[in-house]
Nanobody
């Protein structure tokens, strides 16, 4: 089992940048595919980005492609989400997630963090 703790959320102006971190503890971090999801008020949780266990493959939602970057540091048991050119539609609670196995990067997550709020003011 793995425990996930997000940090780095906050308030930022439209057009600005923010970096989220997710620290993992428990079983070897390098075994896990890691993802970021978000949930805006009144909406379902949606996929944002994911990275394979080795870091060699990534996947992004169309809405963040080219603006967000997911990275991982297996030596520090941490995954990052660098968010640039933020807009009001990016306002949401952002969740870190983890899974093992061979499913597509966008699905199958069974470990979740508590979430961190990102608010973009227009």
């Amino acid at each position: 089992q793995v425990q996930l703790v997000e940090s780095g959320g906050g308030l930022v102006q439209a057009g600005g940048s923010l970096s989220l971190s997710c620290a993992a503890s428990g079983r070897p971090f390098s075994r896990y595919v890691m993802g970021w999801f978000r949930q805006a008020p009144g909406k379902e949780r949606e996929f944002v980005a994911a990275i394979s266990s080795s870091g060699g493959r990534t996947s992004y939602a169309d809405s963040v492609e080219g603006r967000f970057t997911i990275l991982r540091d297996n030596a520090k048991n941490t995954v990052f989400l660098q968010m640039n050119f933020l807009n009001a539609e990016d306002t949401a609670v952002y969740y870190c997630a983890a899974r093992t196995g061979m499913a597509p990067l966008t699905t199958g997550y069974n470990y979740w963090g508590q979430g961190t709020q990102v608010t973009v003011s227009s």
